[in-house]
């Protein structure tokens, strides 16, 4: 089997292009990808995106952990997606850097488990352009909480990146994320 490393299509991914952030682990990682996957589903009504989720949980947690996990997960997603006042963006699957959305929800998880107020506030109204957000929050709230019961913790580095207002990374919006196809 060969792997081709390509340019990304600007297009495919729209304004989620221009923030890029090539290095996730642990953790971040699987919520960050967790959240494109769920994400990409409700976009396309396509189950294989939410499969892709469950196979990335279940191979890293087993199935009793993914199962609430992922249970969260979508509902969190779901809470996000009908809430918002535009539409969520994400990178397509096979992308290995992380968009802004991607990032502002990774932020949003990891200052609800490390408790910084002003950053939850932020990162909500940063995905859903409106003060609506009970339900968010909760939900927000919920994952968090199942994570760390599960033994992950997101980085304490991602809400005060965004309280702070550094950029997630140093790129300049003409650099892409490359996608293995």
């Known amino acids: 089997m060969t792997i081709h490393v390509k340019d990304r299509d600007n297009a495919a991914a729209g304004a989620a292009r221009f923030s890029y952030v090539p290095h996730l682990t642990g953790a971040d990682r699987l919520v960050a990808l967790g959240f494109r996957h769920w994400v990409a589903g409700y976009q396309t009504s396509d189950i294989a995106c939410w499969e892709q989720a469950w196979r990335l949980f279940e191979g890293e947690l087993g199935v009793h952990a993914a199962r609430r996990i ?18 969520i963006e994400v990178f397509p699957g096979p992308c290995r850097g992380f968009c ?22 932020a990162c909500t109204k940063a995905l859903l352009e409106t003060c609506d957000c009970e339900d ?10 199942t994570l760390r019961e599960n033994g ?8 005060m990146r965004l309280l702070d207002g ?3 990374c140093g790129l300049r919006a003409l650099d892409r994320p490359e996608r293995l196809s």
């Not at 802004?100 to 506030?121: I, K």
């Not at 968010?136 to 909480?145: D, F, I, N, P, W």
């Not at 992950?152 to 809400?159: A, F, I, R």
């Open 100 to 121: 802004r959305d991607e990032c502002v929800a990774v932020s949003l998880v990891a200052s609800m488990q490390h408790g910084v107020c002003p950053a939850m506030q």
């Open 136 to 145: 968010v929050m909760g939900q927000s709230c919920a994952l968090a909480a």
């Open 166 to 168: 550094r950029r997630t």
């Open 70 to 87: 992922v249970g969260d997960l979508s509902c969190w997603v779901r809470a996000i997606t009908n809430t918002s006042r535009r539409e």
């Open 152 to 159: 992950l913790e997101l980085s304490p580095d991602w809400p």
